[in-house]
């Protein structure tokens, strides 16, 4: 057991993700140091490890709140974080190949404040570098056993799905809500799910509860991160502004204002209907659109029900104190954040 349970004051959250940082980063490069050259070289620049020309650099790699949840939902279940880092690392990995891969089918060609990787290398090296990442995922976790490795499988098949929905959701103008909901539960929240899952399988606590609890704060990141899709500041969030009203994505504000009956809903509609590219006067209007639709309250009020919802299924876990505040700080930049 780790001398860290015995204490019983909760660190200020940034102290939690640099623990957390830590403890994982050098398990994640020595593990990403496994794979091909070509592939390598990809994940060390994706990574912020290495800038496009291979030598070294120290550039933004996230926010790396996956991670986090697996090493505290293990110390929350009574086990040692250390035994959770292989799932921590793995957890991590499977997030990164989803974003590799994303920003191809998005033509994102910004992330974290740089070129995205597919802009760097190609779109097949990048694809084939997200590829890599899965796979060595797997390799990381497979000394957990076979329980955890089916944990993980199972969110990455719901993380596939929700991420074909999206796509597919792109070509359609009948979108419903509850439909863009399921589509994130599957893109976000089972991730976030299983990386408290995992965690807490580590040690002796409810791991379902703990799954509940990362996947109702999973399905609140997205709403957040829809949001900030539209109004975020690209100074702190690293991507275009309007990125998401440009590439016509369906997020969960934009189905609730297309789906609203309002005059603004109809006229976002239209704006979304058009083949070619909004000029930043479009989308700014797109955007009022959206807000006067009621699609930012919406997705704002969802997060804040989600957080409590998160929070519920946290006490019902019963984690000491610590644990519990440290969790719910997190929980809370969730709902909070601007990047």
């Known amino acids: 057991m780790t001398t860290m349970n015995t204490r019983t004051a909760a660190r200020p959250l940034a102290d939690v993700l640099a623990w957390s940082k830590g403890i994982v980063d050098p398990a994640l490069r020595t593990a990403a140091g496994r794979l091909p050259e070509a592939m390598r070289r990809i994940a ?15 550039e933004d790699g996230g926010k790396a709140l996956r991670p986090a949840l697996v090493l505290l939902c293990a110390e929350a279940a009574g086990g040692d974080p250390a035994d959770a880092v292989p799932a921590a690392v793995a957890i991590e990995l499977v997030h990164n190949f989803s974003l590799l891969h994303d920003d191809v089918m998005d033509g994102d060609t ?6 995205t990787a597919w802009t760097v290398f190609g779109t097949g090296p990048a694809v084939l570098a997200g590829d890599a990442l899965l796979s060595l995922a797997f390799e990381v976790l497979a000394p957990s056993g076979v329980p955890a490795a089916r944990r993980l499988s199972a969110a990455v098949l719901a993380l596939l799905e929700g991420q074909a929905a999206d796509l597919d959701f792109e070509q359609r103008d009948d979108v419903t809500p509850t439909e863009c909901v399921r589509m994130a539960e599957g893109k976000t929240a089972a991730l976030l799910g299983a990386a408290c899952t995992l965690g807490a399988a580590s040690g002796q606590g409810d791991a379902d509860r703990f799954g509940a609890f990362g996947r109702a704060a999973g399905l609140a990141f997205q709403h957040i991160d829809d949001l900030l899709g539209i109004w975020g500041d690209p100074a702190v969030t690293g991507k275009p502004v ?14 609730m204002a297309l789906c609203s009956g309002t005059p603004a809903g109809a006229d976002l509609a239209t704006l979304y209907a058009r083949p ?9 209007r797109a955007a009022a659109l959206v807000e006067t639709a009621g699609g930012r309250q919406w997705s704002q009020a969802q997060a804040e029900a989600l957080l409590a919802k998160a ?16 969790l719910t700080a997190l929980a809370r930049l969730i709902t909070t954040r601007t990047h």
């Open 44 to 58: 060390a620049y994706h990574f912020g490890w290495q800038d496009a020309q291979g030598r070294p650099a120290a």
């Open 110 to 115: 910004t992330r974290r404040h740089r070129a």
């Open 242 to 255: 309007y990125s998401d009203l440009q590439n016509r994505k369906k997020s969960l504000p934009v189905v």
């Open 276 to 284: 070619e590219p909004l000029d930043q006067t479009e989308l700014a």
């Open 311 to 326: 929070l519920r299924d946290l006490a019902a876990a019963g984690p000491p104190c610590r644990a519990s505040a440290e």
